[in-house]
Protein backbone atom coordinates (compact mmCIF):
# COMPACT_ATOMS: atom_id res chain seq x y z
CA UNK A 1 0.00 0.00 0.00
CA UNK A 2 1.17 3.49 -1.41
CA UNK A 3 1.50 5.80 1.15
CA UNK A 4 0.73 9.68 0.61
CA UNK A 5 3.45 12.34 0.80
CA UNK A 6 2.03 14.29 4.27
CA UNK A 7 1.67 10.80 5.74
CA UNK A 8 5.65 10.35 4.61
CA UNK A 9 6.78 13.92 6.34
CA UNK A 10 4.39 13.03 8.97
CA UNK A 11 6.38 9.14 9.33
CA UNK A 12 9.27 11.23 8.92
CA UNK A 13 8.89 13.66 11.75
CA UNK A 14 7.97 11.21 14.03
CA UNK A 15 11.44 9.38 13.18
CA UNK A 16 13.23 12.35 14.52
CA UNK A 17 11.29 12.95 17.59
CA UNK A 18 12.07 9.62 18.20
CA UNK A 19 15.81 9.53 17.64
CA UNK A 20 16.14 12.96 19.27
CA UNK A 21 14.74 11.68 22.45
CA UNK A 22 16.87 8.53 22.72
CA UNK A 23 19.87 10.13 21.60
CA UNK A 24 19.43 12.25 24.28
CA UNK A 25 19.04 9.12 26.99
CA UNK A 26 21.83 7.35 25.78
CA UNK A 27 23.79 9.14 23.02
CA UNK A 28 24.58 8.61 19.87
CA UNK A 29 26.77 5.22 19.84
CA UNK A 30 24.10 4.32 22.58
CA UNK A 31 21.43 3.74 19.58
CA UNK A 32 21.07 1.02 16.19
CA UNK A 33 19.05 1.83 13.49
CA UNK A 34 16.92 -1.38 14.20
CA UNK A 35 16.51 -0.25 17.48
CA UNK A 36 15.60 2.86 16.67
CA UNK A 37 13.37 2.21 13.78
CA UNK A 38 11.17 -0.26 16.07
CA UNK A 39 10.94 2.29 18.76
CA UNK A 40 9.31 4.24 16.13
CA UNK A 41 6.95 1.35 15.13
CA UNK A 42 8.52 1.15 11.43
CA UNK A 43 10.77 -1.63 9.90
CA UNK A 44 14.87 -0.82 9.77
CA UNK A 45 14.72 -1.12 6.15
CA UNK A 46 11.86 1.92 5.90
CA UNK A 47 14.70 4.23 7.57
CA UNK A 48 16.51 4.62 4.40
CA UNK A 49 13.63 5.82 2.91
CA UNK A 50 14.04 8.96 5.07
CA UNK A 51 17.55 9.15 5.57
CA UNK A 52 20.74 8.29 3.78
CA UNK A 53 22.83 7.67 6.70
CA UNK A 54 22.62 7.59 10.58
CA UNK A 55 24.67 10.64 10.75
CA UNK A 56 22.03 12.66 8.71
CA UNK A 57 19.13 11.73 10.78
CA UNK A 58 21.71 12.40 14.18
CA UNK A 59 21.99 16.06 12.48
CA UNK A 60 18.31 16.85 11.80
CA UNK A 61 17.66 15.31 15.18
CA UNK A 62 20.26 17.53 16.59
CA UNK A 63 18.36 20.52 14.46
CA UNK A 64 15.08 19.42 15.63
CA UNK A 65 15.58 19.19 19.56
CA UNK A 66 17.51 22.46 19.86
CA UNK A 67 14.84 24.90 18.49
CA UNK A 68 12.15 23.02 20.96
CA UNK A 69 14.65 23.34 23.74
CA UNK A 70 14.64 26.68 22.85
CA UNK A 71 11.30 27.74 22.48
CA UNK A 72 10.26 25.71 25.96
CA UNK A 73 11.94 28.66 27.34
CA UNK A 74 10.87 31.56 25.67
CA UNK A 75 8.67 32.78 28.26
CA UNK A 76 10.92 33.16 31.20
CA UNK A 77 13.48 35.82 32.28
CA UNK A 78 16.97 34.59 32.31
CA UNK A 79 16.86 33.75 36.08
CA UNK A 80 13.73 31.68 35.15
CA UNK A 81 16.11 29.84 32.57
CA UNK A 82 18.68 29.33 35.08
CA UNK A 83 15.87 27.85 37.58
CA UNK A 84 14.38 25.71 34.96
CA UNK A 85 17.68 24.56 33.70
CA UNK A 86 19.75 24.35 36.75
CA UNK A 87 17.32 21.79 37.94
CA UNK A 88 16.68 18.40 39.12
CA UNK A 89 13.69 18.20 36.75
CA UNK A 90 15.65 18.65 33.51
CA UNK A 91 18.63 16.19 35.18
CA UNK A 92 16.58 13.68 35.56
CA UNK A 93 14.81 14.20 32.12
CA UNK A 94 16.99 12.97 29.97
CA UNK A 95 15.27 11.97 27.05
CA UNK A 96 13.33 15.32 27.52
CA UNK A 97 16.11 17.80 28.05
CA UNK A 98 18.00 20.07 26.87
CA UNK A 99 20.25 18.38 23.75
CA UNK A 100 23.00 20.49 24.82
CA UNK A 101 23.35 19.16 28.05
CA UNK A 102 23.02 15.65 26.69
CA UNK A 103 25.04 15.52 23.67
CA UNK A 104 27.72 18.13 23.39
CA UNK A 105 30.35 15.50 24.47
CA UNK A 106 29.16 13.17 21.77
CA UNK A 107 29.14 15.99 19.03
CA UNK A 108 32.47 17.16 20.14
CA UNK A 109 33.68 13.56 18.59
CA UNK A 110 31.14 13.60 15.84
CA UNK A 111 31.53 14.99 12.30
CA UNK A 112 31.87 18.60 10.62
CA UNK A 113 28.14 18.71 9.87
CA UNK A 114 26.88 17.63 13.32
CA UNK A 115 29.16 19.71 14.72
CA UNK A 116 27.57 22.77 12.82
CA UNK A 117 24.05 21.55 14.15
CA UNK A 118 25.41 22.62 17.63
CA UNK A 119 27.07 25.47 17.01
CA UNK A 120 23.84 26.93 15.31
CA UNK A 121 22.14 26.01 18.44
CA UNK A 122 24.61 27.33 20.49
CA UNK A 123 24.49 30.77 18.85
CA UNK A 124 20.46 30.61 19.07
CA UNK A 125 20.09 29.83 22.67
CA UNK A 126 22.80 32.91 23.17
CA UNK A 127 20.80 35.12 21.18
CA UNK A 128 17.73 34.50 23.30
CA UNK A 129 19.49 34.37 26.43
CA UNK A 130 21.50 37.85 25.31
CA UNK A 131 18.09 39.46 24.59
CA UNK A 132 16.32 38.72 27.87
CA UNK A 133 19.40 39.92 29.62
CA UNK A 134 19.93 43.33 28.08
CA UNK A 135 16.15 44.28 28.99
CA UNK A 136 16.44 47.68 31.14
CA UNK A 137 20.01 47.05 31.50
CA UNK A 138 22.08 49.53 30.26
CA UNK A 139 25.51 46.90 28.72
CA UNK A 140 27.12 46.33 25.62
CA UNK A 141 25.96 43.59 23.38
CA UNK A 142 29.87 42.27 23.98
CA UNK A 143 29.10 42.32 28.12
CA UNK A 144 25.95 40.80 27.42
CA UNK A 145 27.40 38.09 25.21
CA UNK A 146 30.30 37.24 27.25
CA UNK A 147 28.00 37.19 30.17
CA UNK A 148 25.40 34.97 28.73
CA UNK A 149 28.13 32.35 27.60
CA UNK A 150 29.90 31.74 31.40
CA UNK A 151 26.27 31.26 32.07
CA UNK A 152 25.54 29.12 29.50
CA UNK A 153 28.53 27.02 29.72
CA UNK A 154 28.05 27.02 34.17
CA UNK A 155 24.69 25.78 33.48
CA UNK A 156 25.05 22.63 30.89
CA UNK A 157 28.26 22.11 32.72
CA UNK A 158 26.32 21.49 36.37
CA UNK A 159 23.71 19.37 34.46
CA UNK A 160 26.50 16.96 33.05
CA UNK A 161 28.32 16.76 36.74
CA UNK A 162 25.40 15.89 38.01
CA UNK A 163 24.11 13.80 35.91
CA UNK A 164 27.61 11.88 35.73
CA UNK A 165 27.16 11.21 39.97
CA UNK A 166 24.39 8.05 40.77
CA UNK A 167 20.93 9.47 40.49
CA UNK A 168 20.36 9.37 44.45
CA UNK A 169 23.54 10.74 45.12
CA UNK A 170 23.89 13.82 47.64
CA UNK A 171 26.59 15.15 45.45
CA UNK A 172 24.00 15.32 42.44
CA UNK A 173 21.78 17.45 44.13
CA UNK A 174 24.52 19.15 45.37
CA UNK A 175 25.91 20.25 42.24
CA UNK A 176 22.86 21.72 40.92
CA UNK A 177 21.97 23.42 44.15
CA UNK A 178 25.51 24.81 44.46
CA UNK A 179 25.98 26.11 40.82
CA UNK A 180 22.26 27.80 40.38
CA UNK A 181 22.67 29.70 43.82
CA UNK A 182 25.82 31.04 42.22
CA UNK A 183 24.55 31.85 38.57
CA UNK A 184 21.83 33.46 39.97
CA UNK A 185 23.91 35.58 42.42
CA UNK A 186 25.94 36.59 39.70
CA UNK A 187 23.17 37.28 37.51
CA UNK A 188 21.76 39.82 40.47
CA UNK A 189 25.11 41.15 41.52
CA UNK A 190 25.85 42.28 37.50
CA UNK A 191 21.98 43.42 37.29
CA UNK A 192 22.43 45.93 40.16
CA UNK A 193 25.42 47.13 38.89
CA UNK A 194 24.15 48.29 35.66
CA UNK A 195 21.01 49.40 36.55
Known amino acids: MKITKTQSLSNRAHIVDTAS???????????????????????????????????????????????????????????????????RDHRDGRGTGCTLAALCGDAARQSG??????????????????????????VTEQEARAKMIDLLAHAIGAVMLSRACPDDSPLADEILETCRAELLASLQSSQASRV
Open 21 to 87: ELFRERGYEGVGVAELMAKAGFTQGGFYKHFGSKADLMAEAAENSLAKSLSSTCDVDVPGFVNLYVS
Open 113 to 138: DLKATFASGVENTLAALEHKYTQGLD
